[in-house]
């Protein structure tokens, strides 16, 4: 019950503090909002980011070819080989008459030139279709693969992909990089804020010390209000998740550049988002009042 | 009974003043003493340590059982929870009313509601002024608002009253009606009241115990004292 007291005293100090230092509070909650929208902008690009990875690299498959003479002896025992690699995941047998005919289907011109092909003028080869289980040892398993006889190629996109990995990385490191820089900014204005909410409450502080008032009676207003603080400002960032997101998401049809890579659905992912920005927020303002507190409140 | 209990305490600031030299003292419960002295004889001083603004260099001070010298900064509320304290200056909040003030000291240790009220009112019908509960600080006379200070120093019926010229901005006729409610609360309650001063009129008139300082030094300790103007 005391606790419950003590509590609610400490919103009501805080929330009343918040008001009566209105402009300062609200500096440090326009900090805290652009901070926010700054960590779920950062967010929403790293976790589709991640999504989009997961996409590619699930999609990413091994072509093998097979020498121009390999006979269907050859294929088996190429297959049996194959199988015996661990990092293998799946095999699909591509025949050169399938891969022909779906050539042919594709484009008008291949289909003339190729419409009078007999089996044995083909230049085109046997193939298999080969996914791996960990991406990051597909070199490794390329190389295995290479060793098998018959085989002639081996083929993995290996340099569009690294490409592509390559600036998602970027995006979400200067993104991470940006994130904790502000998150900085908005940590020393909390603390400025709350110092002035101290030396403005000097008197009371001091005649609550006299009167026998503990120390975490003391602080807690002072952290309450940075968590308010942190509060107020997550509300901006939230409402811009919330409808930006499902509004970018209706306008490009959930999909960017291509079919290859989609966006998250809106939901639950908006409302994961709000939830951690509104963390965040709290968060940032406890740490930045915390300091403050310790700081210039001696007691 | 003693409620506090010195033993050769010495203060030294940093700056190297030294406030107070080895100082012995006893006090009884109920006890009203005066500390009396010339401006910079350690009066105050004195009652710092005793609330433990400062921290002696050495020596120890029990009171009510607590080891005031050795009390770490987390734990001094425990100790101002048995004091009541008044200043010269009054330190009122000036944005709170006279039963807001007085209030105030139960609310911030986390009182109940009802307990508030009832113990408010008593402190604030005690120093007679019932019919100024709603006024704030600058409606009132210096000698009111003192009162008011003493009403919110007494509000949780503490142990020990320590005043630190509690008259000393007040004139000869406010400061015996101040005096009168301090005799009384010492009277009726039962408190025990240390008030530094260095009001001759107010001291000669109460005969009560006397302590005079001089440069930090314990001169001399009447049961029934003057205030002895070559010394201080």
Known sequence: ?299 | MELINIKSVNVRYKNGVNAIYDLSLKIKKGDFVFVIGGSGCGKSTFIKMLYREIKPNSGEIILGGLNVAKLRNSKVYKLRRKLGIVFQDYRLLPKLTVYENVAFALEVIGAKKSEIQVKTLKAIELVGLKSKTRMYPDQLSGGEQQRVAIARAIVNNPKLLLCDEPTGNLDPEKSMEIMKILDNINKTIGTTIIMATHDKEIVNKMKKRVIVLKDGHLVKDYEKGKYDDEIA
């Open chain 1, 1 to 299: 019950m005391k606790l419950l007291r003590m509590l609610g005293r400490g919103i009501r100090d805080a929330s009343k503090s918040v008001i009566r230092n209105f402009s300062l509070s609200m500096a440090s909650i326009s900090c805290i909002s652009i901070t926010l929208m700054v960590v779920a902008l950062a967010l929403v690009v790293s976790l589709n980011v991640d999504n989009f990875t997961n996409m590619i690299e699930s999609d990413v498959t091994m072509v093998i070819f097979l020498e121009g003479n390999a006979t269907t002896e050859d294929v088996d025992k190429v297959s049996d080989e194959l199988e015996k690699i661990k990092n293998i995941e799946s095999i699909t047998f591509k025949s050169k008459k399938e891969q022909q005919e779906e050539m042919m289907k594709e484009d008008e011109v291949f289909e003339t030139i190729m419409s009078d092909w007999d089996e044995d003028e083909s230049s085109l080869r046997d193939s298999f279709l080969v996914k791996v289980v960990d991406l990051e040892k597909i070199e490794d398993t390329a190389k295995k693969v290479k060793k098998i006889d018959k085989i002639d190629n081996v083929n993995y996109g290996e340099e569009m992909v690294d490409r592509l990995l390559g600036a998602f990385d970027l995006v979400k490191k200067i993104t991470i990089a940006m994130v904790v820089t502000l998150i900085i900014v908005t940590i020393f204005l909390i603390i400025n804020t709350i110092k002035l909410t101290i030396f403005s409450r000097k008197r009371e502080i001091s005649i609550m010390r006299l009167v026998g008032a503990s120390n975490a009676t003391i602080k807690l207003p002072f952290v309450i209000e940075g968590m308010i603080i942190g509060a107020i400002g997550s509300v901006v960032p939230i409402l811009l998740v919330i409808y930006g997101y499902v509004a970018m998401y209706n306008h490009l049809g959930g999909i960017i550049f291509s079919n290859l890579i989609k966006l998250i659905t809106p939901e639950p992912f908006v409302y994961i988002i709000s939830l951690v920005v509104l963390i965040t927020g709290i968060i940032v303002g406890m740490l930045g009042s915390a300091r403050a507190v310790r700081k210039y409140l001696k007691v």
